[in-house]
């Protein structure tokens, strides 16, 4: 798929389903994600997958990391569990603070947000289906502790990647002229 019909076609793919994603593609996924703008080239992102039967174990640490999780329903608790398993590849985007003189924690953040942009453009240019997720249990302890990441470490998102298992929704158009201005200078 042409670059620009990528860009601006893409929309998220909520249901997701196999075959599972080739080495291949996940290798282009992630070099996507590592030309996202840098400042200073600190490297603050890096990504988890999570695929095949690793994915039932994420959803257990899902579970466990939920708050009073034994008196959810059954019903609850398998939605839980399953969360995972909406798609053959999980990426946990994670950013790792940093202090720097010149880049202050949010263009960290933002730069790792952009590795997930990368990541889903590249999955559709690619034919796949795509959608950036957080939720609560992207900024519980016990999930970042059982992903093995440090202290310092965030996680961005959780990046379901597959193939399209459902009709996409046809964004509403967007007129440009309602979210560009030109500015200005009052002394002119
Ligand atoms: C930081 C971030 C977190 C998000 N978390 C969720 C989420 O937990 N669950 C969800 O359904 N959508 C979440 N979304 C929204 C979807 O990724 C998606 O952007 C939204 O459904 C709109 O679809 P579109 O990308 O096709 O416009 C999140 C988006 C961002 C940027």
Redesign the pocket.
């Known amino acids: 798929m042409d670059f620009l019909t990528a860009l601006l076609e893409?929309?998220?793919?909520?249901q997701l389903t196999g075959p599972d994603i080739t080495n291949e593609q996940l290798e282009v996924m992630i070099q996507a994600a590592l030309r996202a703008p840098d400042h200073a080239w600190l490297r603050p992102s890096r990504y988890i997958a999570v695929r095949g039967d690793e994915r039932q174990q994420l959803g257990e640490l899902f579970l466990q990391a939920t708050d009073n999780y034994q008196e959810l329903t059954p019903e609850r608790q398998a939605k839980i569990r399953n969360m995972p398993m909406r798609a053959p590849l999980l990426l946990v985007a994670v950013c790792r603070i940093q202090e720097h003189p010149k880049v202050p924690r949010e263009e960290l953040l933002l730069s790792t947000?952009a590795g997930?942009q990368n990541i889903?453009n590249a999955a559709w240019a690619m034919e796949l289906g795509a959608?950036?997720?957080?939720?609560d249990l992207?900024y519980n302890h016990q999930v970042k502790e059982g992903l093995g990441l440090s202290e310092e470490e965030e996680i961005?998102?959780?990046v379901y990647v597959g193939h399209v298992n459902c009709r996409?929704?046809q964004?509403p158009e967007l007129k440009t002229e309602d979210f560009l201005t030109s500015w200005q200078a009052k002394n002119q």
């Open positions: 893409r929309v998220s793919a909520p947000g997930v889903l959608i950036w997720r957080t939720g992207a961005v998102g959780f996409l929704k964004p």
